[in-house]
């Protein structure tokens, strides 16, 4: 309805809307009027404006994306897990964005990151005043996009996602069950997040913006729950018949051994409906 499109509604740009874009954008459209930007725009789900655009090349953005936006939020995977994929994925997709927005009254550009771009192995507890000296190249570009947006002009607020998981994200829980996963005891520390609460957490945070609330610059998404990777594959076995361990099983993740903290998240009042990797796996289990 025309409506919608009235300027005394919100206008949100959701760039880059695949599995977690366009859940966040779905889950937005109560609210505001809701775009969904992607090379594919057939992919993004029924409710949102679909623009169909390359991040790569500016005057395609020029041409598409919308005036008088509220929130821009950026969420992006690469193309290509190589350093130019992650290059073009985090830093130039970002920056020809930026530049198509340039004139706009933005109220916050929202990007969303990663926790891989912290090193720590020391089973230290991290949050959003932590040292980030990420050991790789994927780390250090999602860094460097972590800055572009900082930087833009406009307010910005990063959200450091851990290692998001759910039902379209089944891979950890098949390697257990199928018995490629066997990691020593005691394993590292590993952090994750349900892929729902991950949209939740940046509508909520959309949410305090038009509601005219502050944000803080940098946020770290990730569930109450910190464990041993050891600990979960044992509760996962106790869960659900699971194939003895194959030889050449993977013994652990590659993230360091670290701790991440919610406590400022939790401070904005959300609330997890996963708060534990428990609550969250139950589910997929059962649903098998």
């Not at 760039?15 to 859940?23: M, R, T, V």
């Not at 609460?197 to 609330?213: C, K, P």
């Not at 670290?258 to 059962?286: H, V, W």
Request: proline share 6%.
């Amino acid at each position: 309805m025309a409506m919608t499109e009235t300027t005394n509604t919100p206008r949100v740009l959701v760039a880059g809307c695949g599995n977690l874009g366009g859940a966040i954008a779905s889950l937005l459209t109560d609210s505001a009027t809701v775009y969904g930007l992607r090379r594919n725009p057939d992919r993004i789900p029924v409710g949102i404006h679909r623009l169909k655009a390359d991040l790569m090349h500016r005057h395609s953005l020029e041409a598409t994306v919308p005036e008088n936006l509220d929130v821009v939020i950026y969420c992006l995977t690469p193309a290509s897990y190589d350093e130019q994929g992650y290059q073009d994925a985090y830093v130039n997709g970002l920056s020809n964005l930026l530049a198509t927005i340039a004139g706009q009254p933005i109220k916050r550009v929202i990007f969303v990151s990663s926790t891989s771009v912290y090193a720590q192995d020391d089973d230290s507890w991290v949050d959003e005043t932590s040292l980030t000296q990420p050991r790789r190249f994927s780390g250090e570009k999602i860094l460097a996009g972590e800055q572009t947006a900082l930087e833009s002009g406009h307010p910005a607020t990063v959200v450091r996602f851990s290692g998001i998981y759910g039902p379209s994200r089944r891979r950890f829980l098949e390697e257990v069950i199928e018995g490629r996963m066997d990691p020593q005891k005691p394993a590292p520390y590993s952090n994750r997040i349900h892929e729902e609460d991950a949209a939740r957490v940046v509508q909520h945070l959309v949410e305090r913006v038009l509601s005219g609330q502050s944000l803080q610059e940098l946020y770290v998404a990730s569930d109450c729950e910190p464990v041993r990777l050891d600990e979960v594959v044992d509760w996962v076995r106790q869960q659900t018949p699971c194939a003895e361990p194959a030889e050449g099983a993977r013994k652990g993740g590659r993230a360091g051994s670290k701790r991440c903290s919610n406590q400022r998240l939790l401070e904005t009042g959300f609330r997890f409906r996963f708060p534990s990797f428990r609550d969250g796996y139950r589910g997929m289990i059962a649903d098998r």
